[in-house]
């Protein structure tokens, strides 16, 4: 069986968001050190300024760092791809998106390494940058969220 969505096209306002919240889903227990001296900086009052700017700006200047990067990879040659208007071929063997009925790319599920369900789609991951967002409205029936879930699963890519 086989999950055919309708044509989708993913906007890169939407791309460099939806790649941030997953970044910082993944990563979020990098922070906890950050946390560590902002609290720190109240204790130990001699070094507030230090501790606070080092505990705040770390995140800050990590999370720019990679939206950069998000935004980046919109416009380079490699990352237009991932925004033209296609639909997608979703089975067992492989992971297709169709520009039209004669163009497309195949990805293989070895690829993906984590698969999120958020409440709004899937996010696929193939690494920090390169993700593929599918929203739930490009889906045409129930039961191919169904089988999506089931594939997904079954490749051991849904956390």
């Not at 700006?57 to 416009?75: D, E």
């Not at 991932?82 to 599920?109: R, S």
Request: proline share 3%; charged share 25%; net charge positive.
């Amino acid at each position: 069986m086989k999950v055919i969505t309708k044509r989708y096209e993913l906007e890169k306002k939407k791309y460099i968001s939806v790649a941030t919240i997953s970044l910082v889903k993944k990563e979020w227990l990098y922070g906890v050190p950050c946390a560590l001296l902002i609290i720190a900086s109240f204790i130990f009052t001699s070094w507030f300024w230090t501790l606070f700017l080092i505990g705040f700006l770390v995140p800050v200047l990590y999370i720019g760092f990679w939206m950069i990067q998000f935004a980046g990879f919109t416009q380079h040659e490699m990352g237009k791809m991932f925004f033209y208007k296609m639909n997608y071929e979703i089975d067992g063997k492989q992971f297709l998106m169709k520009v039209d009925a004669k163009h497309g790319m195949p990805i293989e599920w070895k690829n993906f390494k984590k698969a999120f369900k958020s409440k709004n789609g899937y996010i696929l991951a193939m690494n920090k940058a390169n993700l593929i967002y599918l929203p739930f409205s490009i889906f045409k029936k129930e039961n191919d969220l169904k089988l999506m879930d089931t594939i997904l699963n079954r490749k051991n890519l849904l956390k």
